[in-house]
């Protein structure tokens, strides 16, 4: 990290999600890791001060659709982060690419049209031991990691308002 020492303001999202609420949209497809994402992500919220009632969940078909469910709970503006999770598995074509570029790419664009933060818990995988291996094995859990962006994204967002 960068040196602060001639900073006259900083701006840190600290990690305590006591108070915040937040919105996880779940793919359904390659739901045995996707549950595990979720597992990951919930743990990580509750383990940082958050009550489990101040989280709403919705589920989508699949990870394509998760950009649509997380823009209409944006709508609602109850949330201070919201969480995508879904997981994408390479097969003999390309979809996988293309899908999760796309939900990237929508993801971005709408954390910066409302304002929220909304992070990114999707795993693309080649194979089956690729997606194991990051729902909570060796390579860890990307909801936890997209929990914790969203506990500290969202008190910047407070700092700095």
Known sequence: MAS???????????????????????????????????????????????????????????????????????????????????????????HAGYINSEVAKCLAQLGMEFGVPVTYGMITAENLEQAIERSGTKAGNKGVDAAIAAIEMANLTKAIQ
């Open 4 to 94: 602060n020492k001639t900073a006259g303001t900083v701006f840190e999202g600290k990690l305590d999600a006591k108070g915040l609420k937040f919105g996880i949209v779940c793919a359904r497809f390659n739901d045995f890791f996707v549950s595990k994402l979720l597992d990951g992500a919930m743990d990580t919220i509750t383990r940082h001060g958050g009550d489990a009632k101040d989280v709403a969940l919705s589920y989508v078909p699949g990870s394509y659709e998760i950009p649509f469910a997380i823009k209409k709970m944006l709508q609602t503006q109850k949330y201070d982060a919201l969480i995508a999770l879904g997981v994408v598995i390479q097969g003999a074509t390309p």
